[in-house]
């Protein structure tokens, strides 16, 4: 049975997305029958999001044409 | 088409942003290697096909090079001595979890409420800068290789001189660090 640390840590490091389907259950039941995992899942996703708005938030000339 | 004017008007608008996104990934110790990844990226511009430039979309064909410049020189910065190759020891776990390894009580982020306009604002991405710079040096660095420069697992083991085990090791504690800081410092702090 797969525990919380565990969890977070498979979730945290990347390693689940690409992890084995038997693995990949597992962490689907931890997520379902801890609250604290799946608010943390919940928020892990959303932090994705804003990553991706802070990339582009980074790139992005600056409004009066910048320095010379 | 005029080469120069056209690097002209890109060195204005880009320059800034370009700067912005080199001081990241080459620290604030180093200001003059930002400086340096930007000015050869305009170079590299310079002496470009001029019909190349004339199709490209400048962003994208822009922070590419940048990319590469910035490579480089983290490349030559950890080859040599920096010592990236001692595994790093993640100790924030014990704060966050019991002996049974379960959450402790009062630390697991409650899920985040925000509207969208509020984690686009400026503010937000200051505290997002915020939570990254505190970081420890070397989650910092995977951290933001595979989130900023969008660099893949191995490059990020390459450049740096590190194990994968350790690349999951930094990324994972960078990630949940900025989970905590994000949950104190933009959403209320709530816990379960």
């Given at each position: 049975?797969?525990?919380?640390?565990?969890?977070?840590?498979?979730l945290t490091s990347g390693q689940l997305q690409d992890a084995p389907r038997a693995?990949?259950?597992?962490?689907?039941?931890?997520?379902?029958?801890?609250k604290y995992c799946r608010a943390f899942s919940r928020n892990d996703a959303t932090l994705d999001r804003m990553l991706e708005r802070y990339?582009?938030?980074?790139?992005?000339?600056d409004e009066d044409g910048g320095e010379p | 088409m005029d080469k120069s004017l056209d690097v002209d008007q890109w060195v204005r608008q880009w320059r800034a942003p370009m700067l912005r996104f080199a001081r990241l990934h080459l620290s604030h110790r180093h200001r003059e290697d930002a400086e340096d990844a930007v000015q050869d990226t305009f170079t590299a511009v310079l002496v470009a096909d001029p019909a190349t430039l004339s199709v490209v979309e400048p962003r994208r064909y822009l922070f590419g090079i940048l990319r590469n410049k910035v490579m480089d020189r983290l490349r030559k910065r950890y080859r040599p001595s920096e010592s990236m190759d001692r595994p790093y020891e993640d100790d924030l776990d014990q704060l966050l979890f019991d002996n049974r390894d379960h959450w402790l009580s009062g630390v697991a982020p409650a899920s985040w409420q925000s509207?969208?306009?509020q984690v686009e604002s400026d503010q937000f991405f200051r505290v997002v800068d915020v939570c990254v710079n505190?970081?420890?040096?070397?989650?910092?660095?995977?951290?933001?290789?595979?989130?900023?420069?969008?660099?893949?697992?191995?490059?990020?083991?390459?450049?740096?001189?590190?194990?994968?085990?350790?690349?999951?090791?930094?990324?994972?504690?960078a990630r949940k660090q900025i989970h905590l800081c994000l949950n104190q410092n933009w959403f209320a702090g709530e816990t379960l």
């Open positions: 049975m797969m525990k919380c640390s565990e969890y977070i840590y498979q693995v990949r259950v597992e962490a689907g039941m931890h997520r379902m029958i801890c990339r582009e938030q980074l790139k992005q000339p | 509207p969208d306009d505190n970081l420890p040096a070397k989650p910092a660095r995977v951290f933001s290789m595979k989130e900023f420069l969008e660099c893949d697992p191995e490059e990020i083991c390459g450049t740096l001189g590190i194990s994968k085990a350790d690349y999951w090791q930094c990324l994972s504690r």
